[in-house]
Every structure is written in structure tokens, then in C-alpha cells.
């Protein structure tokens, strides 16, 4: 594979486990530098599998992947140096506090003991941790524990940073504020941001460019406005005023598109010229004096998508036998 900018770089990845389907079944990727994509998919479809290989937690069965510039399988420790990671399950003692965990995860990566300090309270202010700081772990929430995982794997200042579902259980507010800090990386630091999710308000709000996996193929790639496009138009849905008015409606709508299903009592067209026909639709309405409740435009969906491209909904789907079996293999199969 030819090496070029180091961002994230995937051609043919394969891992088969020993029972059951490939998880990952021969994906290929690439991820700019400075870049947020967003791996979209639902539990079981090998997201995690994924980010599991390109951390170098699990070797893959067959394929190559480079992160950082560094090939997964042959030079392990070089791309540990240079990504962080939070993964689905935060690695945090129960006993030690937030800032104790900051000063150990700095000690772990060599920094020297007055840079440990700075960087810790640094990173405490910048997730909120401030007044917890001294709190033992035992004691913190959910979104707490994972702002705390987040601060944990930028201690090194990484260039590459991996967020496995990083926001499932958070409450909105703690949510908002990972969303913010992951903008600010990507924007202010130039950090390359590989984010798993199931949310898709989460890809649609952070991620240049989003992949879609199913049953481990990558089923759809691009930017999420190329993506919703590539399914339709968006479409406007008018409710008349009354049961004399729809037949208005309806000879008015049909001059901006082709009617299609709708609401009860509603009528709705897709619009031949996309969302800048909505002023259109207005005009010709109040030009003809025909009344309307309610006028609404839907634009197409990354959950619309993922419909498309995979016949199911992305939200809500279970888990499967080898995407669970990840969890014990990553620490049977760590390298050093």
C-alpha cells in the first residue's frame, strides 16, 4: 500500500473469529488528517471489531491497515505513541481520583513530573472535572467517567484519536459538551477523529464524511449531505385548512414536484427543485388564496440511508456473538 498523509488507511481488512460470519469482512477506508469520520452502523455490524484492529487490540486475520503512517500488524508500539483511544468500556480504578488517573496516564507515557501537573490540570478544566478532580472514580457518573476517559487518552497530545461510541448513556448535557471538545480538536489541533456511533444526529452534527457498515461491509460512504442526496429530494407536505381546500392544494403542489405519500389529510410532494422551491410553494399558495395549516419541509435522513442502503432502521438493533466476543479476545491478543 502506498503510504501518503498520515491519517488512517485501510485496504482489503479482514477478522474472522472462530465461531460464525466475518465481523469485519473486507473493508477498505481512508481517513484524512485532520479529518472527523464517523462510523455509522448498528451494534454487531463490526464498528467496534474495526477500531479494536486499528488500535492494534486485535490483529487482523488478513488485509492491512496504516494509522499514523504505521502498519497495525508490524509496528504496534509507534501507533500507540501516536493515537488515543476511548473505547466502549473506560479502563478507570474505582479507587483512584480523576487527577490521579491524569498524573499515572501521564507518568505511563513519559512525561516529565512538572509537565504532568500542567497537562493534568489542563485537561481537567477542558472536560469539566475541575471540582471532581479529587473525587475518587467510584463516586462519578456515567458522562463523568466518560469525560475522564476522554482527558485520559489526550494526554499525549495524540494526532489520531479514536471514540468508540462514545456517548452512549450520556446524558444531553454531558453529551453536548464531548460534542464540543471533539469540534475543537478537530478544528484547533488538527486532530484526526475516528468516531463510532450509533447516534445519527452525532454524525450528522460532527463528522466530515461518514461510512456505513452492515454485517462488516462498508455499504455507503460520504459526506452526510452526499449521502442523503444520493437517496432523493427533500419534499414539502402542505395540511389544508379545510376539505374544500385540497384539491387546491394539490393542483398547487403538483406544479413543484410529484405527489407522494403523506400524513393524514395531508398532501406532499418531492420537489422537482429541492428545497429552494419551498419560497415558490409559498407564493403560489398565498397568490391562489389557498389555505393551509401547516407546510413542512423534510429533507432526507442519514437514518433514511441506512434504510436504503440496508433494508433496517440504524437504531435499535441487538448485538451479535462475535462482535461480543471482541471484548475478551482485545486483551487475549494485546501486543506490546
Known amino acids: 500500500?502506498?503510504?501518503?498523509?498520515?491519517?488512517?488507511?485501510?485496504?482489503?481488512?479482514?477478522?474472522?473469529?472462530?465461531?460464525?460470519?466475518?465481523?469485519?469482512?473486507?473493508?477498505d477506508l481512508y481517513v484524512e488528517p485532520g479529518e472527523v469520520y464517523g462510523f455509522l452502523g448498528p451494534n454487531g455490524a463490526g464498528k467496534s471489531t474495526t477500531v479494536l484492529m486499528l488500535t492494534t487490540l486485535l490483529p487482523p486475520t488478513s488485509g492491512s491497515a496504516r494509522v499514523a503512517g504505521y502498519d497495525v500488524a508490524k509496528e504496534g508500539p509507534k501507533v500507540r505513541a501516536a493515537i488515543g483511544a476511548a473505547l466502549q468500556e473506560a479502563a478507570l480504578d474505582p479507587f483512584l481520583t480523576g487527577r490521579e488517573h491524569?498524573?499515572?496516564?501521564?507518568?505511563?507515557?513519559?512525561?516529565?513530573?512538572?509537565?504532568r501537573k500542567r497537562r493534568g490540570e489542563e485537561l481537567l478544566e477542558r472536560v469539566g472535572l475541575e471540582e471532581a478532580a479529587d473525587r475518587r472514580v467510584r463516586g462519578y457518573s456515567g458522562g463523568m467517567k466518560r469525560r475522564l476517559d476522554l482527558a485520559l487518552a489526550l494526554v499525549h497530545e495524540p494526532r489520531i484519536?479514536?471514540?468508540?461510541?462514545?456517548?452512549t448513556g450520556l446524558d444531553p448535557q454531558s453529551r453536548s459538551a464531548l460534542w464540543s471538545e471533539v469540534r475543537r480538536l478537530a478544528r484547533d489541533e488538527?486532530?484526526?477523529v475516528f468516531l463510532t456511533t450509533q447516534y445519527l444526529e452525532e454524525a450528522d452534527v460532527l463528522a466530515d464524511r461518514v461510512g456505513i457498515i452492515d454485517r462488516g461491509r462498508i455499504v455507503a460512504e460520504g459526506t452526510p449531505e452526499e449521502l442523503k442526496a444520493e437517496i432523493g429530494r427533500p419534499s414539502v407536505e402542505a395540511t389544508p385548512a379545510g376539505g374544500s381546500e385540497r384539491e387546491a392544494v394539490v393542483r398547487v403542489?403538483?406544479?413543484f414536484g410529484e405527489e407522494i405519500a403523506a400524513q393524514p389529510g395531508a398532501v406532499a410532494v418531492r420537489l422537482a427543485g429541492g428545497a429552494g422551491?419551498?419560497?415558490d410553494v409559498v407564493r403560489a399558495l398565498?397568490?391562489?388564496?389557498?389555505?393551509?395549516?401547516?407546510?413542512?419541509l423534510d429533507e432526507p435522513s442519514l437514518d433514511d440511508v441506512f434504510l436504503e442502503k440496508t433494508g433496517r432502521s440504524l437504531e435499535g438493533e441487538g448485538g451479535t456473538e462475535h462482535e461480543d466476543e471482541t471484548s475478551g479476545a482485545s486483551k487475549k491478543e494485546a501486543r506490546a
Do not use: C, W, Y
Request: hydrophobic content about 40%.
Open 161 to 167: 484519536l479514536f471514540l468508540d461510541e462514545p456517548t
Open 102 to 115: 491524569l498524573n499515572l496516564q501521564a507518568a505511563l507515557h513519559g512525561l516529565p513530573r512538572k509537565q
Open 277 to 279: 422551491d419551498l419560497a
Open 253 to 255: 403542489l403538483s406544479r
Open 286 to 296: 398565498d397568490s391562489e388564496d389557498v389555505r393551509v395549516t401547516n407546510l413542512r
Open 190 to 192: 488538527g486532530v484526526t
Open 1 to 27: 500500500m502506498a503510504q501518503r498523509r498520515a491519517g488512517i488507511e485501510v485496504e482489503n481488512l479482514v477478522r474472522e473469529f472462530r465461531k460464525g460470519p466475518r465481523a469485519v469482512n473486507g473493508i
